[in-house]
Every structure is written in structure tokens, then in C-alpha cells.
């Protein structure tokens, strides 16, 4: 048991208008809306407008917004000419962490902090934070690079530029409501990071940056890569047959079970429910059900042997594997949600700011008179 208050548990940073949890009862909504009700009918366009202007898009404001992020998808020259470089040096989520930082170089609005100006560059870091990641993957394969097109959907799009042929209706749109599912989830570490940044009157790409560099963290972000490594290697075991030992030995052991266990939600996610239904869709369409067994055995076992859900991330990994995303791109994949609620959170510190500045409790030695090197 973790120490009362470790970790800030319990500690209310923000307040927000943005999502909600009720984690005893595991709801989540985004401006009071249930994922549960937008998972299955809202596009991540529309939820982009939700949480950036906390109400849903009329057709006209739908449109604007869809054109505004189907236009600015190109990075800039400047990221450009870094891309190669990065993409032969850096893994994926540095790469993102540098470009998105580097982004800010050119960016139409200068160091221009109005709310215009934010809410602008806002729109330009989501369109173009996919185009970064295809491109980057395209660029360490040797493979030309797949010019965004503007007339897709950022889904569509995303997977168009990625593997250089369109998805078909039904990939688009499980990809699609992915990115509605991670788009925002609170005081999450990344977006508590990005406000403790943005809290500061650190310029917006900065506190992307910070977002991004503690969504890198296999405790964040960086677990949905995690689950499919073990996924990967139970494969390599034999297969589903091998799952429950596994996974027991692990817990035995004292090891975490990557996509597993929640500090807010005492019961199922409610992210995970959609991420299971479309892995056994995929599972089921690929004929190649392997993943999703693999997956439904952990999970029987996590619970068996320890009472605990999985999170967003452990589905989203079979997810991903079935959309043939590569295993390494599955965090920064997250990023390209999540980017829609870390800007909206930013916004919302710079319209009503104060300083994040905790206290701390001092555990060190009691005070000591400075001794000379002679005397240590
Ligand atoms: N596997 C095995 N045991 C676990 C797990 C897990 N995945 N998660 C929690 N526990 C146990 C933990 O060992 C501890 O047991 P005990 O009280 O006997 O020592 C208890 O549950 C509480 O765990 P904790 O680590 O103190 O809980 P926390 O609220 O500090 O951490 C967490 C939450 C998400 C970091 C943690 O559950 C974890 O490390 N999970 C695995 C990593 C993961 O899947 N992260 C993604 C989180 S959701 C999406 C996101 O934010 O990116």
C-alpha cells in the first residue's frame, strides 16, 4: 500500500470543464457528455471542437474545424529538414517530443499568446502531429513520403499516409473512435505536466512538449507498446495456451502487468469496453484471432489472481496490432489523440491561471554547519 497522498493521490490540481471520471462507477465523459454515448457516434473532429469550445459543432462550426486540421497537416520547413535526422536517430516518442518543440520555430502566429493565437496553434499541433509520425516512419523504411490528403477524415488520413494505401470505411473508423477514446482523460500525468508548464505562461508548445515527454513513461502512455511486447512474446511461447501461467508467474513475482490497474477507476474502464469490442471485431475480420485470445486470457488471469481491470491501453494494443500499426508507433499514436485534450487543458490554465506551486515534506537531515574538504 502506497503511503496516503504519495503520488498525489486524492489531490484535486485543476479545475476543469473539460472531462470527468467517476471512477467508482467508471464513467467517463468529455463536457458532460458519456464516452459511452460519443465512443459510438461522434467523430475525433467533433470531439476536438468539444473539448476546445465545450459544445458540440453545429454543421457549419463541424466543417470549419475539419478544414482548419484537413490544411494545416504539412510540418513546417524547419521540421522538415530535422525529420530525417530524427528519424534516423531518435525513437519514435523523442522524435515527436523534438518536432513538436521545433514546431513552435515557424509557427504562423509567432510568439503571438493571445487566445486566437492559442487556440490556432492548438488546431495546427493535432493536424499535424500524424503527419509527423507516418512521415516518420516512412522516412526510417527508405519509403517516399505519402502527402497528407485534406479530404480525409485525420483518421483516414493518418492511415492512409502511414501505409500508403487508403483504409478501408470500417479501419478508418475503429482508428477513428480510438482517437475519440484517448482524446482527453482528466489529470492525467502528461496533462498535469503540460498545465504545470503552461501554468508557468511557458508558451503552448512547450507545454505539448512536456505532455508528451511524460506520456512517454511505460507507466503512461508508454504502456499500450508494453502490452503488445508481451502479447508478442506469449505468442512466442505457444500462444494463447500459455497466457494464464504466464501472466500468474509475472504477478507472483511482483512484476506489473502492463495495461493493467488504475489510479482513478475501481472498476472497468469504460475505454476499455469499446477497445475490446473492436479487437474481437478485427480479431474476427482478420481471421487471425491470436492477439485477442492471448488478450482474453491475461485478462482472465489479472482478475483471477489479483482483482484488477484492464486499462485503455491493454486492448488498444491488439487494436493497434490488428491495424497493422508498428508496435513502437502505438504511444506517439496516443500522443495524436491526446494532443486535442492537452491543448484544451492548457487553454483552460491560461484563461483562469494561478501558478501550480505544491508543497513538499522534508524528509532530509536536520540542519548542519558546512565542513571544510579537509574534514569529510
Ligand atoms: N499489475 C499488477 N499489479 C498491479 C498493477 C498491474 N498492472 N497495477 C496495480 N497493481 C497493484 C500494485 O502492485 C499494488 O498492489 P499492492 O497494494 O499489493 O502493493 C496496487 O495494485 C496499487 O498499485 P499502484 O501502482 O500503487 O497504483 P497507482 O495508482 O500508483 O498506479 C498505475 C496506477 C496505472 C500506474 C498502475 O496500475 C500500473 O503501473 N499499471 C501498469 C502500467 C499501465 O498499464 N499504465 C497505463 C495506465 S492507464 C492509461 C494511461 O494513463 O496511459
Known amino acids: 500500500m502506497a503511503a496516503p497522498g504519495k503520488g498525489l493521490e486524492g489531490v484535486v490540481a485543476a479545475e476543469t470543464a473539460i472531462s470527468d471520471i467517476d471512477g467508482k462507477e467508471g464513467v467517463l465523459s468529455y463536457v458532460g457528455y458519456d464516452i459511452h454515448d460519443l465512443a459510438p457516434n461522434a467523430t475525433f473532429e467533433?470531439?476536438?471542437?468539444?473539448?476546445?469550445n465545450l459544445e458540440l459543432p453545429t454543421e457549419?462550426?463541424?466543417d470549419e474545424i475539419k478544414e482548419q486540421l484537413g490544411r494545416e497537416r504539412e510540418p513546417n520547413d524547419f521540421v522538415m529538414d530535422l525529420?530525417?535526422?530524427l528519424a534516423q536517430n531518435t525513437a519514435p516518442m523523442s522524435m515527436l517530443r523534438t518536432a513538436c518543440s521545433a514546431s513552435s520555430a515557424n509557427d504562423p502566429d509567432g510568439w503571438d499568446t493571445s487566445e486566437e493565437a492559442n487556440y490556432r496553434k492548438a488546431m495546427r499541433l493535432i493536424a499535424v502531429f500524424p503527419t509527423l509520425v507516418a512521415y516518420y516512419d516512412r522516412l526510417r523504411n527508405d519509403q517516399p513520403l505519402v502527402r497528407p490528403d485534406s479530404g480525409l477524415s485525420l483518421a483516414a488520413n493518418f492511415l492512409y499516409m502511414l501505409k500508403g494505401d487508403k483504409a478501408d470505411d470500417a479501419e478508418a473508423r475503429i482508428f477513428d473512435i480510438c482517437l475519440t477514446l484517448h482524446a482527453d482523460h482528466t489529470m492525467n500525468a502528461s496533462t498535469f505536466a503540460a498545465r504545470v508548464?503552461?501554468?508557468?505562461l511557458s508558451d503552448i508548445h512547450s507545454a505539448v512538449t512536456a505532455g508528451i515527454a511524460a506520456l512517454k513513461g511505460p507507466l503512461h502512455g508508454g504502456a499500450n507498446e508494453q502490452v503488445m511486447r508481451m502479447i508478442k512474446e506469449i505468442r512466442n511461447l505457444g500462444g494463447a495456451g500459455k497466457a494464464r501461467?504466464?501472466?500468474?508467474?509475472k504477478l507472483r513475482n511482483k512484476v506489473k502487468v502492463m495495461g493493467f490497474g488504475h489510479r482513478v477507476y475501481k472498476t472497468e474502464d469504460p475505454r476499455a469496453t469499446h477497445l475490446r469490442r473492436m479487437a474481437k471485431e478485427l480479431a474476427e475480420k482478420s481471421g487471425d484471432g491470436s492477439n485477442y485470445e492471448i488478450s482474453q486470457e491475461i485478462e482472465r488471469a489479472v482478475m483471477d489472481e489479483k482483482g484488477i481491470y484492464p486499462n485503455v491501453d491493454f486492448y488498444a494494443a491488439s487494436v493497434y496490432g490488428y491495424l497493422r500499426i508498428p508496435t513502437d508507433l502505438f504511444t506517439p499514436v496516443f500522443a495524436c489523440s491526446r494532443v486535442s485534450g492537452w491543448t484544451a487543458h492548457v487553454r483552460e490554465q491560461y484563461a483562469d491561471n494561478r501558478l501550480i506551486r505544491p508543497d513538499h515534506a522534508y524528509v532530509g537531515p536536520e540542519r548542519r554547519s558546512w565542513k571544510a574538504l579537509s574534514q569529510r
Not at 46 to 52: A, G, I, K, M, S
Not at 197 to 200: F, V
Not at 245 to 249: A, E, L, P, R, V
Open 60 to 62: 457549419q462550426q463541424l
Open 46 to 52: 467533433e470531439t476536438c471542437y468539444l473539448l476546445h
Open 245 to 249: 501461467d504466464y501472466t500468474i508467474d
Open 83 to 85: 525529420m530525417p535526422q
Open 197 to 200: 508548464c503552461a501554468a508557468t
